[in-house]
């Protein structure tokens, strides 16, 4: 192997290797409000006929799976699990070792996606709080897993 792939320092892929993360997958209990609150309400794209992935396709087909896709290409799988469950009905209590998941936006639309989870009554975490490195939002998806909505400092 080469040191293109493998750094001499750890034996482990050398840094660089990895270029960006492809998807994430979450489970959800109720795909209706999870597709809802992605979509309508976050406006990510979903992934529909030849743009979902083959080996997903009968999983979208039956209603087991929803795929999600950024601007940037980062997909979200929803994974309908009916029975699931956090520990801890009080989402204030963490039930999983992934802290949030993180939207940037722009400066300019920040104030704007506040207001649209305020009037979609998206129960808020906390914030809007500020930052030297920017501003953000914490909410809840309908799972009770974090959701950050933040934006790079500029003008607001």
Not at 17 to 24: G, K, Q, V, W
Not at 51 to 60: A, I, Q, R, S, Y
Request: proline share 9%; charged share 20%.
């Amino acid at each position: 192997m080469t040191s293109q792939v493998l750094s001499e320092e750890t034996n482990g892929l050398a840094p660089g290797s990895l270029s960006r993360i492809h998807h994430i997958a979450l489970n959800v209990k109720d795909m209706a409000a999870s597709r809802h609150f992605y979509g309508a309400i976050l406006g990510l794209k979903e992934l529909v006929g030849d743009e979902v992935p083959t080996t997903l396709k009968d999983l979208v087909v039956a209603g087991k799976v929803a795929n999600f896709i950024t601007p940037d290409g980062l997909v979200v799988d929803l994974f309908w699990e009916p029975d699931l469950s956090p520990p801890d009905p009080d989402p204030k209590q963490g039930f999983t070792r992934v802290n949030h998941l993180a939207f940037d936006i722009s400066p300019q639309l920040f104030d704007h996606a506040v207001e649209i989870l305020k009037q979609n009554q998206v129960p808020i975490d906390h914030g809007p709080v500020s930052r030297p490195t920017g501003r953000g939002v914490y909410c809840y998806d309908p799972d009770g897993f974090i959701v950050e909505i933040r934006c790079d400092p500029g003008e607001g």
